[in-house]
């Protein structure tokens, strides 16, 4: 086995520290042909579809692969925007702001971002990160919820990066924070500035995304994360159990997914007589097809259609202030104990303290 070739190294160049915030992935245009990449490369992963691979390959290949992608790109354009896909866009954000967060608090690190389908690769970023001199790489997965179908593949990314390369970096990996202070204060924020600007609802429904009810059967704690999530932001603003409600959208295929599923409980809310209905999505943090088409858009149709008056969509965390530095405060927290100070950093506090003593400063 051939390794991948190792960047070139001077001895005694300074060692860096890393982050890299890995998101799901996103087609390269809103066309038929870049869809039929990213499905190929995204519903290919066994994490994502545990079905015995020669049995899933024929139904991919021979079916879905024919079919989905030009419905699916007739979706993306319906996101897109000037700078490209939403997803990918907020997630370069935040790359941005949280190298900047962490540097108004004296960290010097490397902050990139990866998606785990489509580009730029986990792989394409490890290897300029390495490039770069990070020696060691914290992965910090976009995912609130831990599911072995979305946290578990990022780390299968680096696992298979990692399995071709001689020098591999010190690294470290965020498996969750559905429960920490930090997110469930910045959804709170969020949901309290769109209740100030529009008033309140009569319910508020947080849609997560679905899998497979047998993955719960089989250990994922995606399920019990969710709701504890929604319990928690409930909490934060408030609200009595009749008031809001957990729901799981984009159940795909025909075997039973996690419930109760979010557009049939729109239907049965508006039935209901329920008047006004906000949809925030807590597993989301970056806004996609997901939450600008599937909720935004079909969700509001069939609430309305249902005999719902009003509908209101809360955007994701995306870039607001509360979230960068929720986000901050998750990496500070894994990167203790490492060097996170630029050597030249070092230098200067070493001479400040030196000088210090020459002037007879207690340090």
């Keep these: 086995m051939s390794f991948r070739k190792e960047p070139s190294y001077t001895h005694g160049q300074p060692a860096k520290t890393g982050i890299l915030l890995c998101n799901l992935g996103t087609p390269d245009a809103p066309t038929a042909p870049a869809l039929r990449r990213y499905l190929a490369e995204f519903l ?32 993306y354009a319906s996101i897109w925007t000037p700078e490209g896909s ?57 995912y609130p919820q831990y ?39 910045a959804l709170k924020q969020r949901v309290q500035q769109h209740w100030l600007a529009h008033g309140r609802p009569d319910k508020l429904l947080m849609s997560f995304h679905g899998v497979p009810q047998r993955t719960l059967e089989m250990g994922d704690p995606y399920h019990c994360e969710c709701h504890k999530t929604g319990r928690l932001l409930a909490e934060a603003l408030g609200l009595k159990k009749d008031e809001y409600v957990v729901t799981f959208q984009s159940r795909f295929g025909k075997a039973k997914w996690l ?28 806004d996609c097809l997901e939450t600008l088409e599937e909720i935004s858009q079909e969700a509001r149709e069939t609430f309305l259609h249902a005999g719902g008056q009003e509908f209101h969509y809360i955007p994701c965390l995306n870039d607001s202030g509360p979230w960068i530095r929720a986000l901050a405060d998750l990496c500070e927290q894994h990167l203790a104990g490492w060097p996170t100070q630029q050597p030249q950093d070092t230098a200067a506090a070493e001479a400040t303290r030196r000088r210090a003593i020459e002037l007879g400063a207690k340090v």
């Design 44 to 75: 290919g992963d066994a994490r994502v579809v545990e079905i015995p691979r020669p049995i899933w390959w024929l139904i991919l290949h021979g079916i879905i692969l024919r079919v989905r992608p030009k419905k699916s790109a007739a979706k």
């Design 86 to 142: 939403p997803l990918k866009a907020w997630t370069e954000k935040q790359a941005k702001l949280l190298l900047g967060h962490l540097g108004e608090r004296g960290h010097r690190v490397e902050v990139r971002y990866a998606m785990r389908y489509g580009q730029p690769s986990v792989a394409t970023q490890l290897d300029a990160m390495k490039a770069a001199g990070c020696t060691r790489v914290l992965i910090v997965p976009a």
């Design 147 to 185: 599911s072995g179908t979305t946290t578990a593949s990022v780390f299968d990314a680096v696992y298979s990066w990692a399995s071709k390369v001689r020098l591999i970096p010190e690294l470290r990996f965020i498996n969750r924070y559905h429960d920490q202070a930090g997110y469930i204060e």
């Design 259 to 286: 419930e109760p599923y979010t557009e049939p409980t729109l239907k049965a809310l508006a039935g209901s007589g329920t008047k006004r209905v906000d949809v925030i999505c807590p597993g989301f943090t970056s």
